[in-house]
């Protein structure tokens, strides 16, 4: 599981800068990012730096914790790759975050992100003092 959360991880960072260039066509050629559909761009510049933040997070779980039990694992790769992933479809539309399916999506990513790093500092300190 360490190793599915390191190369997800890897991959977060990938698109983190990747997702530079919708960046630079939202603020550079602004009328090309309303032709692809975008209508909040902000929510672009949200998502590339919540993926390089994730990205960041996941890697030094899996580095600082490798024989953490699966289920924290899990926690932790469910938040880190759906947190950034809310950001794309409010960049396409103004009143998706609006819906109850999107705020429970959110709620339970962020809860399983915070919850699961909250558990993963526990067991470090706890198996490591």
């Known amino acids: 599981m360490n190793d599915l959360l390191l190369a997800t991880a890897l991959l977060s960072l990938a698109l983190g800068a990747l997702s530079g260039f919708a960046v630079l066509t939202c603020v550079d050629y602004p009328d090309k990012a309303r032709a692809l559909g975008v209508v909040n761009p902000m929510r672009i510049r949200q998502a590339h730096i919540d993926w390089i933040v994730m990205g960041t997070v996941m890697a030094a779980t899996a580095l600082a914790a490798p024989d953490m039990p699966g289920w924290i694992y899990a926690l932790v790769l469910f938040g880190g ?5 809310t950001f794309v479809p ?3 539309s103004k009143t998706v975050d609006t819906t109850q399916a999107f705020r429970l999506i959110s709620l339970l ?3 399983s992100l ?5 558990v993963a ?3 470090f300190i706890s198996t490591r003092f």
């Open 109 to 111: 990513s962020f809860t």
């Open 90 to 92: 409010m960049a396409f």
């Open 121 to 123: 500092a526990g067991y």
């Open 81 to 85: 790759v759906v947190n950034p992933l």
């Open 114 to 118: 915070s919850s699961g790093l909250v």
